[in-house]
Nanobody
């Protein structure tokens, strides 16, 4: 059974930091690119960041460049999202997802999400 389980969300003040983790199981984690998405209330889900299978390639949405950092540890089947200088606009449910390739956006597996709330 494929599972992606996010953790690390919570309530933080503006300017603070959080690190999200996502652990995968039931599939060969190292053969998938991994992405982070977010969805705020009343808004569409948007891509935040993505990392290739080996971690050599990364992508960041413009609104997080310079503030967020994605990384992975294939030995632990885990992808991370380090979030710094958080803003109230970053408040959302954050999801991780697995994609067979880095270059497309056809994600195969999704986690259940973790809530991030940034207070002003």
């Amino acid at each position: 059974q494929v599972q992606l389980v996010e953790s690390g969300g919570g309530l933080v003040q503006a300017g603070g930091s959080l690190t999200l983790s996502c652990v995968g199981s039931g599939f060969t984690f190292s053969t998938y690119a991994m992405g982070w998405f977010r969805q705020a209330p009343g808004k569409e889900r948007e891509s935040v960041s993505k990392i290739s299978r080996t971690g050599k390639l990364t992508y960041y949405a413009d609104f997080v460049k310079g503030r967020f950092a994605i990384s992975r540890d294939n030995a632990k089947n885990t992808v991370y999202l380090q979030m710094n200088s958080l803003e109230p606009e970053d408040t959302a449910v954050y999801y991780c997802a697995a994609d067979r390739t880095f270059s497309d956006s056809e994600y195969n597996y999704w986690g259940q999400g973790t809530q991030v709330t940034v207070s002003s």
